[in-house]
């Protein structure tokens, strides 16, 4: 119930593609959904997060589109570069007190030049 | 832009040793939490923090472990007789609201 469920796991893309993540949680007590961003050996940098009251939130080139009925939320990264190649980390907080965040499994993102 | 600082960057120990990892919070921040990667998995809770207390911990946050708030700036957790299923990266978390910020982490590593 307090998973949040990630994928793909990898994904290899051409620069100037669109990257697509998506992520599904089953507790509709979330209510918070964040996008975190890690490059190896450092620690998840905060990207972008949005909350259940809209279904699209920009900045930059990065775009959550939140799909409430469907329990479902998805990072799009517009015309990605070599320099985004990371592992991207959805997750998820619950409402009513709890700070803690779920995070999904990670997609290993692969920008190719 | 004020950041989460974390030390050391790499810690390694024998087996059955306390070791104490540190963390300086963004400084207007009143939340703190503690997560652990083991390499190549997801980002686990482990702990949060708030007004002096412990609010809420995992499943994974057992006797072993513990949390201090010594003075205004640091944030520490202790782990009291490590295992080697101990060896993960800690990252150090705060927040004012919603956004919680990361620190670079620390590399525990247990013989």
């Known amino acids: 119930q307090q998973q949040v469920k990630q994928s793909p796991q990898s994904l290899i893309v051409q620069k100037g593609g669109i990257p697509i993540i998506n992520c599904a949680y089953e507790?509709?007590?979330?209510?918070?959904f964040p996008w975190y961003q890690q490059f190896p050996g450092k620690g998840p940098a905060l990207l972008i997060a949005i909350r259940p009251d809209v279904s699209e939130k920009k900045e930059g080139r990065f775009t959550i589109s939140f799909n409430k009925s469907a329990k479902q939320f998805s990072l799009h990264i517009m015309d990605s570069q070599p320099g985004d190649s990371a592992t991207y980390f959805c997750a998820a907080r619950m409402q009513g007190g709890s700070e803690k965040l779920v995070f999904g499994k990670g997609t290993k993102l692969t920008v190719n030049p | 832009e004020p950041e989460v600082t974390q030390t050391p960057s790499h810690q390694v120990t024998q087996m059955g040793q306390e070791v104490i990892l540190r963390c300086v919070p963004i400084s207007n921040h009143l939340y703190f939490y503690w997560y652990r990667q083991i390499l190549g998995q997801k980002v686990e809770f482990l702990v949060s923090?708030?007004?002096?207390?412990?609010?809420?911990k995992s499943e994974i946050f057992d006797d072993q472990f513990s949390v201090e708030r010594p003075d205004g700036s640091n944030f520490t957790l202790k782990i009291r007789s490590t295992k080697l299923e101990d060896s993960a990266m800690y990252f150090c978390?705060?927040?004012?609201?919603?956004?919680?910020?990361f620190g670079p982490g620390t590399r525990l590593t247990v013989l």
């Open positions: 923090f708030y007004n002096n207390e412990i609010s809420e």
């Open positions: 507790n509709t007590a979330f209510d918070y």
């Open positions: 978390a705060s927040s004012a609201r919603y956004e919680q910020f």
